[in-house]
């Protein structure tokens, strides 16, 4: 039996980043540790999204001790979506998480997601409004007004019975991300839906599984601007649909993968 690189890859751990100096050093001093502990083979792939401070910096120090840790860097600020699609389709595991820089969900809320995927799932997304009587949610009031506003708009082009789309903390199988993330679109922040879209076109199975998330400063998101936008994508992401588009790109790769 032939093997592909991947079979030797247990976790690929995908981080967007975009001037995250600060915040970035603590979360990699909590996956690192995880991985290792765990003696699973593993690579951590920071996405530098044309940062202007000195986030790669800081990956290259951890590089030195870690070569477990990549650095792809993005000439520039393309949106986190664009991020998150250059490291999957950069990814080598056979399991694919993609994570927030802040850190909001640590690390071993991955078991969780990782239980989902082994009893079925083709894609596991960590979740702050399921409910959580172990470990309540920290979110701050108008993010849960905005974030309800959304949801409806979400519903509304057919993303059905998943209560939170935007959790940085989601979890796919290789063959699932490779068709995924090719066929994907947005470039912003309203990739997460369209992921979500075009899986339940797909008939993936999608489990959303409750984690532990905290709200840290240092939020690179506006909610008035970048809401309006993300609207504006969700109404893309129907329209690209009615088009065929991703069908068509779903097509190919599976085609490639023959």
């Known amino acids: 039996m032939a093997y592909s690189r991947e079979d030797f890859i247990r976790w690929s751990v995908v981080i967007p980043a975009y001037n995250e100096e600060n915040r970035l050093p603590a979360t990699l001093c909590d996956i690192l540790p995880y991985f290792d502990g765990r003696g699973e083979t593993y ?107 959304f949801n409806i708009a979400v519903r509304g082009i057919g993303v059905t019975n998943i209560t939170d789309t935007q959790c940085g903390f989601k979890l796919f199988r290789a063959p699932v991300a490779r068709t995924l993330f090719s066929a994907q679109q947005c470039t912003g922040y309203s990739f997460d839906v369209e992921l979500l879209f075009v899986a339940q076109r797909n008939n993936y199975r999608i489990a959303e599984v409750p984690v532990h998330w905290a709200d840290k400063a240092g939020s690179k998101v506006w909610v008035v601007r970048d809401g309006l936008g993300m609207l504006h994508d969700i109404w893309m992401v129907r329209r690209n649909y009615d088009r065929g588009l991703y069908a068509d790109n779903a097509a190919k790769v599976r085609k490639g993968l023959r």
């Open 43 to 149: 690579e951590v792939i920071v996405v530098d999204d044309g940062s202007q401070d000195r986030t790669a910096s800081v990956v290259e120090h951890f590089q030195a001790d870690a070569p477990s840790v990549r650095l792809i860097k993005l000439a520039e600020n393309r949106g986190k979506g664009c991020a998150v699609r250059t490291g999957m389709l950069e990814a080598r595991g056979i399991l694919r998480l993609f994570t927030d820089a802040d850190g909001s969900v640590p690390i071993r809320e991955l078991e969780k997601l990782e239980q989902s995927i082994e009893t079925g799932a083709d894609v596991a997304i960590g979740s702050r409004t399921v409910r959580n009587l172990i470990r309540p949610v920290q979110v701050r009031a108008f993010r849960r007004m905005s974030s309800a506003i």
